[in-house]
């Protein structure tokens, strides 16, 4: 064989591996996808995840959670709307509405600060409180009601203050996967390339190891284009379980007999 028919021997081998990742990662989302729906536990506190998945009279919790959801960890994220529920004695949105951008603001940041950053946050959180009001008749389950493509909720969600396309992404695949709300696409749901994404999908070989956020989105475009966002919380759970940054447990990986980087393999 010579040098450029083992190259292309080479490619046609890895594009045959990549489409058996491709297939495992979404034979394992669709199992997600399907399951029962039950209690999402966002955060580790019952009465929070109580709140959080309370769509039928604060859906509000779920969008402020999500406008709340950067650059902290998560779970502190998501646990803003109940350590404000617990000092207003209630998170009702015309409760909400009555603060002013200062009242979020002493919330937010007494006596101990919700957020890295209280004072930016804080006036995304009354912004959101106010467009929810304005825009979707104080009930936030109107950005997602009457089974709207997913472009279009994605859409609505990056209309708030400070909510970019990877938040949007997350907000519509819970709705989708967790919270079982029909759609009637999938097309926009993106993968939200985390570092935990990112590496897995770099050990994996499906993109560089030094791709770009970008990159790995249409990455996961190119694989699963009817539903990029599927292989989300498969590689997710692979990089938070076994995928560790250091010393990853492939022995333990459900994906080591396909994967380029598994202990053993070159
Ligand atoms: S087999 Fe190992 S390197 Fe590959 S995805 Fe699993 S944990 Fe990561």
Known sequence: MDTRDAAKYDFGRGKMNEK???????????????????????????????????????????????????????????????????????????????????????????PEPLHRFVDMMSG??????????????????????????????????????????????MAVNILARDFKIQFADFFSIDISADRHIRRVFARLGLCAPNATVEQVIYKAKALHPEFPGMMDLPCWEIGRNWCKAREPKCGACYMKDLCPSANGKK
């Open 124 to 169: 995304l959180f009354h912004s959101a409180v106010q467009r929810i009001s304005k825009q979707y008749g104080g009930d936030a389950s109107r950005i997602w009601a009457g089974n709207p493509s997913s472009a279009e909720v994605v859409y609505r969600f990056l209309e708030f203050d400070g909510v970019g396309p990877k938040i949007g992404s």
């Open 20 to 110: 058996a990742i491709h297939d495992r990662l979404v034979e394992h989302g669709q199992t997600l996808f399907r399951a029962p729906k039950q209690l999402i536990q966002f955060t580790r506190l019952d009465d929070a995840n109580a709140l959080l998945n309370d769509l039928s009279t604060h859906p509000h919790a779920f969008v402020l959670a999500c406008v709340m959801d950067r650059q902290i960890k998560a779970e502190k994220a998501w646990l803003i709307p109940y350590r404000i529920a617990e000092k207003l004695g209630g998170f009702s949105l015309d409760s909400l509405l009555r603060l002013s951008p200062a009242d979020v603001n002493r919330l937010m940041s007494q």
